[in-house]
């Protein structure tokens, strides 16, 4: 029995000291780092739940999608600021740019995303154009539609009625991102507008990217993935 138990401990210690890596980019330049697997399964854990609690605490009170991306739009833009010059770009984990409050374009989409979804409002970015030229967007689920924002630059797309606009609509009228870098004074419309030639409304991701950071649904998406289910 003795000789069970300590084989069994003997098995679980070397699961958990298995070596593991993650990726850390660094003036975009990314390196693997070795951890443990037990210090980056902990560590996975304990960000899911800083990431709980800062959603809630973003927009705990607040009630209706459309009002919860308007307070997440805010509260990001106005926590996390972009990159001051000189300060090296760090490409790490999402709490740490919430930690570290500075970040690129891409990384306020994805904080932005990352609040939304946790609290329930499905959300995700993309960039568009070539690196190291692109414009990272965000696309948030309201009243069953698809909405578009740049969270970077504080941009809502409206229609004409007023309404956020759904990506069809856009895709469709591009006149309603002209409005509205017309009513927010952006410099070179015509550049901005560029990214959009040959904008289509495509489906959204099977699995959005902040769900990935939520242990259950990761763990399962993995699973899926050795099994090889879509």
Known sequence: MRAAVAGAIGVLVAIASWPTTRLVGVDY???????PLWKKASEFVERDSRLRQASRE????????????????AWTRSTIRHAPAGLPVIDDHITSIIERGYGE?????????TLLTYDGVPAYWRAFGKSPNVLPVSFVEIDAAWRM?????GLAFRNQRGQLAAIEEI?????????????????????YLSFFRGFRA????????????MPWRRLTFELRKVMGAP
């Not at 495509?202 to 950071?213: D, I, K, N, T």
Request: no cysteine; glycine share 8%.
């Open 29 to 35: 330049v990314v390196g693997r780092e070795r951890v």
């Open 58 to 73: 973003v927009l705990g009170g607040v009630t209706g999608s459309e009002a919860k991306a308007t307070a997440a739009l």
């Open 105 to 113: 374009a891409d990384q306020l989409a994805d904080v932005f995303s």
């Open 149 to 153: 924002f740049d969270v970077a630059r």
């Open 171 to 191: 895709a469709g009228d591009l006149t309603i991102v002209e409005r509205a870098l017309h009513e927010a004074g952006i410099a070179d419309p015509q550049r």
């Open 202 to 213: 495509s489906p959204p991701p099977r699995v959005l990217r902040a769900e990935l950071q």
